[in-house]
């Protein structure tokens, strides 16, 4: 079956350092998608970043970079140089067989930036 | 970018009463929507998909006689919780995607249902 695992319930960092943000899967597909959503407080989600299973190079939007390691099965995303707006809720995605648009979520990681 | 509100943005209804939620794509046409639900400090639990002309498709474990989905154009999607009850509360979010794109899709803000 497939699944997304975020160990890490909550997180902090310090303004201005990078964080990485863990993200297992599972999948016996060859062809997936791979996705980061940040939900602030208001609520609404907000699409990060997307990698492609064949995709070659890692997948970077400007301070979001996803560290992709297929063999593992991780999908970490790293931010950088963080600032207090990156404090929120972040989630990892993956498109379920046979239908690209329909999203299995992981729990989600809570990051707090301090100042 | 791709624009989905949601109507209302808050909402508290009476126990046994109806409310209906709006989803609407400002900017494209959504050929699909979905429709999820969240309780504080958890996942989004997908509820169902709907395609614009055709009936809903819901989860597993989701009342579809509850929650009626609606797609009736390419730009709203509408979403009625009949007879609310106190556990019906919760922070509902639509997405829609369109046929531009094999996996991108936008959220809306989400509606915050309350139910006394």
Redesign the interface.
Same mark, same amino acid.
């Given at each position: 079956a497939q699944k997304i695992t975020q160990t890490q319930p909550g997180m902090f960092v310090q303004e201005k350092e990078a964080v990485t943000l863990d993200c297992t899967y599972d999948t016996s597909d060859p062809s997936y998608?791979l #996705?980061w959503?940040k939900q602030p407080s208001?609520?609404?989600?907000?699409?990060l970043i997307?990698q *492609?299973s064949y995709d070659q190079q890692n997948a970077t939007e400007g301070r979001y970079s996803l560290n992709f390691q297929k063999a593992r099965k991780s999908a970490n995303l790293v931010i950088s140089a963080s600032q207090l707006g990156d404090s929120a809720m972040y #989630?990892c995605a993956m498109?379920q067989r046979g239908n690209?648009?329909?999203?299995i979520?992981?729990? *989600?990681t809570s990051l707090a930036v301090n100042p | 970018g791709a624009v989905v509100s949601q109507h209302p943005s808050w909402v508290i209804c009476k126990s046994g009463t109806s409310v209906k939620i709006e989803c609407r794509s400002l900017d494209f046409q959504a050929t699909?929507m979905?429709w999820y639900r969240q309780f504080p400090k958890?996942?989004?639990m997908?509820m169902a998909?709907s395609n614009e002309g055709s009936k809903a498709t819901y989860e597993q474990g989701v009342e579809k006689d509850k929650f009626l989905i609606n797609h009736a154009s390419l730009t709203l999607s509408t979403l009625t919780v009949t007879s609310a009850h106190p556990e019906d509360s919760s922070?509902y979010?639509c997405?829609a995607?369109s046929d531009s794109s094999?996996?991108?899709?936008?959220?809306?803000?989400?509606t915050?249902l309350t139910v006394t």
């Open positions: 998608g #996705f959503y208001s609520g609404e989600m907000i699409f997307y *492609g #989630f498109n690209n648009r329909k999203l979520w992981g729990l *989600g | 699909t979905f958890q996942s989004l997908l998909t922070f979010i997405s995607a094999s996996y991108e899709q936008y959220f809306g803000p989400g915050r």
